[in-house]
T-cell receptor, first 112, second 114 residues
Framework: EAQVTQNPRYLITVTGKKLTVTCSQNMNHEYMSWYRQDPGLGLRQIYYSMNVEVTDKGDVPEGYKVSRKEKRNFPLILESPSPNQTSLYFC???????????FGSGTRLTVV | AQSVSQHNHHVILSEAASLELGCNYSYGGTVNLFWYVQYPGQHLQLLLKYFSGDPLVKGIKGFEAEFIKSKFSFNLRKPSVQWSDTAEYFCAVNVAGGSYIPTFGRGTSLIVHP
C-alpha cells in the first residue's frame, strides 16, 4: 500500500531533550515536506526537500533540522525542544507538483 | 511569495444544504491549486486539484471547484452536504516552476448538523 509513515504517533517529552520524528514513504517520491498544524494557524511548512541531499527552509524552520540521506526517509530533528514546539506535525511526499501531496498520519508532540 | 486566504473560518450547515468555501491566492503567474480535507483525528487527504485545462474540476465525494483566474479564486462547492462531510478543509497553491511545495490556507472548519 502506498503510504507515508510517521513515528511516533504521540510523544511527550521534556524541554531540551533531543528527539527525532521519522518519516518514510514507499512511493519513490522526490518531494518531501514537514508541516506543523496549530489551531487557527492552519498548516505551516517547516522544511522541504526536492531530492536526496537537497533541503530548504520553509516558513517556520527555527528550532528544527532535517536530513535527506535516502530518497524514502526525511526525519525531523528537534535538537532542544521547547514548549512552543508543542504541535501536530505532518510529513508529506509527492512525485510531482501537479499531483498533490500524500500525507502521513501525524505526530502529536507535547513538550513540557 | 504566494499566499492563500480562506475567508470562512467556521461554517455550520444542515444536511442537504449547499456548500461554497472561498479560497483566494496571491500570485500573478501559473499555479497549481488543491483542496484537501481533514476528517476529525485524521490526516489530510486530497479532494481535488487543478493544474491546467477545464477550470471546473470535479473531485471525490461529490465536491467540485472552479478556478477563476481573473479573480485569483478556487472556490470549493458541493450541492448537498452530508453529516459525514464534517471536517476541516484546506486550500493550497504551489507555483508552477517554483519550489513545488504548496502553501496552505488556514483552513475552514465545516460542521454539518444531521
Amino acid at each position: 500500500e502506498a503510504q507515508v509513515t510517521q513515528n511516533p504517533r504521540y510523544l511527550i517529552t521534556v524541554t531540551g531533550k533531543k528527539l527525532t520524528v521519522t518519516c518514510s514513504q514507499n512511493m519513490n517520491h522526490e518531494y518531501m515536506s514537514w508541516y506543523r498544524q496549530d489551531p487557527g494557524l492552519g498548516l505551516r511548512q517547516i522544511y522541504y526537500s526536492m531530492n536526496v541531499e537537497v533541503t530548504d527552509k520553509g516558513d517556520v524552520p527555527e528550532g528544527y533540522k532535517v536530513s535527506r540521506k535516502e530518497k524514502r526517509n526525511f526525519p525531523l530533528i528537534l535538537e532542544s525542544p521547547s514548549p512552543n514546539q508543542t504541535s501536530l506535525y505532518f510529513c508529506a511526499s509527492s512525485h510531482s507538483p501537479n499531483y498533490g501531496y500524500t500525507f502521513g498520519s501525524g505526530t502529536r508532540l507535547t513538550v513540557v | 511569495a504566494q499566499s492563500v486566504s480562506q475567508h470562512n473560518h467556521h461554517v455550520i450547515l444542515s444536511e442537504a444544504a449547499s456548500l461554497e468555501l472561498g479560497c483566494n491566492y496571491s500570485y500573478g503567474g501559473t499555479v497549481n491549486l488543491f483542496w484537501y480535507v481533514q476528517y476529525p483525528g485524521q490526516h489530510l487527504q486530497l479532494l481535488l486539484k487543478y493544474f491546467s485545462g477545464d477550470p471546473l474540476v470535479k473531485g471525490i465525494k461529490g465536491f467540485e471547484a472552479e478556478f477563476i483566474k481573473s479573480k485569483f479564486s478556487f472556490n470549493l462547492r458541493k450541492p448537498s452536504v452530508q453529516w459525514s462531510d464534517t471536517a476541516e478543509y484546506f486550500c493550497a497553491v504551489n507555483v508552477a516552476g517554483g519550489s513545488y511545495i504548496p502553501t496552505f490556507g488556514r483552513g475552514t472548519s465545516l460542521i454539518v448538523h444531521p
